[in-house]
């Protein structure tokens, strides 16, 4: 399903609260300020930044292709320098959020710190230098917990 950014109603299915991995790409090394987190060298690739929409998916998404979004989490910080290739997403009252970040923690490098100020994970943002690959252990980790993926190009 293709999204364009200015057209975001194939989001509008997604009406249940779950979990979601946004497929970000950062096509230059970038140095990025996080906030209170800090400056990080983010290095040209691809980053899988697990979320968790507890207000509902389409709300929490749509809020991605906002262009007067306020720089609220340090994902925002992110996507101010890089654009959304993909979502993936999984609709379910229960909270996964974490279980697919320490199973992508297994095989991907994690941005430490990142995304997990209201958890006890190391980080929820990984980077693969090739998006093919990302994709494959995102699937990989929704699959480990028995989700219907929803996958939406952007």
């Known amino acids: 399903m293709a999204l364009c950014k200015k057209d975001i109603s194939s989001l509008k299915k997604l009406t249940s609260k779950g979990t979601y991995v946004l497929i970000v790409e950062l096509p230059k090394d970038t140095l990025i300020t996080v906030g209170k987190l800090g400056t990080f060298m983010f ?3 691809f980053y899988g930044y697990v979320g968790s929409a507890h207000g509902g998916l389409y ?5 991605y292709f906002s262009p007067s979004r306020k720089r609220r989490w340090h994902i925002d910080y992110l996507l101010k320098e890089g654009t959304i290739k993909a979502i993936f ?12 970040a320490q199973r992508l923690q ?5 941005i430490l710190g990142f995304g997990v100020s209201d958890c006890l ?7 693969h230098p090739n998006e093919r690959a ?3 252990e995102i699937i ?3 699959n480990s917990c028995m989700c219907s993926i929803i996958e939406i190009e952007a």
């Open 121 to 127: 994970c190391l980080s929820h943002l990984y980077y």
């Open 134 to 136: 990302l994709r494959g």
């Open 43 to 45: 290095s040209a690739g």
């Open 140 to 142: 990989r980790a929704f």
């Open 106 to 110: 297994q095989t991907l490098a994690p």
């Open 89 to 100: 997403a999984c609709e379910s009252k229960e909270r996964i959020e974490c279980t697919i």
């Open 59 to 63: 709300k929490r998404l749509k809020r």
